[in-house]
């Protein structure tokens, strides 16, 4: 009778224990807060897709903050990586091209920008998803949140794709990501009566409702709606944000993320 107690002694605590463990380990799809042996339990689990999210250190006009890019995309990849229910979120890149420093060209002309070279972006995409290829994740997806640097993902991934012919692992870019968020949004803007003077093309009304959705801190929004029209000498291309709301970027938001989960998944089909 003793030696029954004590055996149900014991599987008590080791019950309260192993509860205990579980309850420390964050829910979250963020790869940089969990732990290693975190980590290596969820992708035994079955989370073998890795979100590679790419931002930008850039200027976005002078009422939006310099990590505009980098903010949206880590909300939206994360969203996204719920939604798919398989999926971690690695850091965000945000070191990316950006213009020339020698003289400044593009962005490089406002302060607070920084770029690097195009070769050396596609190696840090590559170095990261081989990285991720070692530890046992078999679907590495590019999000890039910025237009510039699109064709250098899409070589990237056909390099890694390359190199890797005949494993487990693939690399893709889901254009919808992108499309979702650039003219897949003027679209639906247009829809709700703006136009393209409005909607612009760099930190305009589309650009700026977007963020205002996900991170309105990042928006000095008061001193946006009292001041003059913006312009390039200002770094508003083609748009003009003054009526930018969250309201409006919501829809962009749920554009995004839906179509991006549809495009993963149909990529992914079939695939642990």
């Not at 014991?10 to 829910?27: E, N, R």
């Not at 029209?229 to 944000?241: N, Q, R, S």
């Not at 991006?260 to 089909?269: F, G, L, S, Y």
Request: aromatic share 6%; no cysteine; hydrophobic share 40%.
């Amino acid at each position: 009778m003793r030696f029954t107690l004590r055996r149900a002694f014991a599987s008590v605590i080791l019950l309260v224990t192993t509860q205990a463990v579980f309850a420390q380990t964050p829910k979250t799809v963020q790869l940089e807060d969990l732990t290693w042996t975190e980590l290596r339990d969820q992708i035994h689990a079955g989370k073998t897709t890795i979100i590679i999210p790419i931002g930008g250190t850039e200027q976005s006009g002078p009422d939006v903050a310099l990590g505009k890019h980098n903010a949206r995309v880590k909300v939206l990849s994360q969203r996204i990586a719920e939604g798919l229910g398989n999926a971690l979120v690695a850091p965000v890149i945000a070191y990316v091209p950006e213009g020339g420093y020698a003289p400044p060209t593009s962005h490089m002309r406002f302060p607070g920008t920084i770029t690097v070279p195009d070769d050396v972006f596609e190696k840090t995409l590559e170095s990261a998803a081989n990285s991720f290829k070692v530890h046992g994740f078999t679907n590495i997806v590019f999000l890039g949140d910025h237009g510039g640097y699109q064709n250098d993902i899409r070589r990237a991934v056909a390099q890694l794709n390359k190199a890797w012919a005949g494993s487990s692992a693939r690399a893709f870019v889901p254009q919808e990501y992108y499309g979702a968020s650039s003219d897949g949004y003027a679209q639906i803007l247009r829809q709700h009566g703006y136009h393209d003077d409005e909607i612009g093309t760099h930190a305009g009304l589309a650009d700026t409702s977007l963020l205002l959705a996900v991170v309105p801190q990042m928006v000095r929004l008061e001193r946006l709606r009292n001041g003059p029209k913006l312009g390039p000498a200002d770094g508003v291309y083609g748009g003009d944000p003054r009526r930018s709301s969250a309201e409006i970027g919501q829809l962009g938001i749920d554009a995004i993320v839906s179509r991006t989960i549809d495009a993963v998944r149909k990529e992914t089909a079939g695939r642990q």
